[in-house]
């Protein structure tokens, strides 16, 4: 299937704010699925469940995906949660929500809209779990703090919360993600939808790849009211965070 052919499947909730969507967008599907399959040796669906199990995400529960991509891990969350469940995938980029959107048939509870995890729309206090998983460091440094807060603030009181990206991220494998930006993602400012490492007054800009260690939101997350942070390292590759938000707490954005 194109991504022509892709685009005419989509679940999408206009707005100013997802126009021009800051930070690295992913725009070519195949590109991207060719980079998980490469970079994770095939085993990423393994990789997706372990993750879902991580999340704590069980029968009934309404969970929000933040960075949801090609909509595989909504996939595996959809699985946990059951039919009684609901997951709701949210990414900046159209051809990702198409395609999420064109392949969500199969499990039939999950849904996908465009919105960036920076200037979240949705409601207070509205999903059991929120994860977002390799998406941190696409964010720009700094809205990271405020696309946390806003995780916190969707979350129910006694929601879990799971961030995971690259871990330990060698040499070899930093390369080949920052691989990814050329062949797969859209830099703001490129009007014609191309990564090519510079920015729009062509200075080289900051290398969002060099930032994937997700040990590094720990003290955000305690700041922004989170309790129980623990890391934890998931095979193949993968280091996520978890954490809750406690009862009785409330935090505006």
Sequence with gaps: MSDTEQSQSTHRRPG???????????????????????FFGGRRRRLDTALAAESGASRGDHVLDIGCG?????GALAERVGPTGQV???????????????????????????????SLSLPDASFDVVT????????????REVALGHMFRVLR??????IADMH????LRAGAVRALARVATHRPGHGHGHGHGHGADGETPPDP????????????????????????PVKPS???LVAVRPDGLRRSS
């Design 168 to 171: 330990p991220l060698d040499r």
């Design 209 to 232: 790849f060099a930032a994937v260690d997700v040990r590094r939101y720990i003290d955000s997350l305690h700041r922004i009211g989170f309790t129980g942070v623990e890391f934890r």
């Design 88 to 118: 709701e995938g949210v990414d900046a980029s159209g051809p990702m929500i198409d395609y999420a959107s064109a392949h969500a048939g199969r499990t039939g509870n999950c849904t996908f809209h465009l919105g960036t995890a920076q």
């Design 16 to 38: 100013p704010a997802h126009e021009t969507p800051p930070g690295i967008l992913i725009t070519r599907v195949r590109g991207y699925n060719l980079f998980n399959t490469v």
């Design 70 to 74: 090609p909509g595989r891990f909504a």
């Design 238 to 240: 993968t280091g996520c």
């Design 132 to 143: 977002s998983t390799f998406v941190m460091h696409h964010i720009p440094e700094d809205q």
């Design 157 to 162: 009181p006694g929601g879990r919360l799971l």
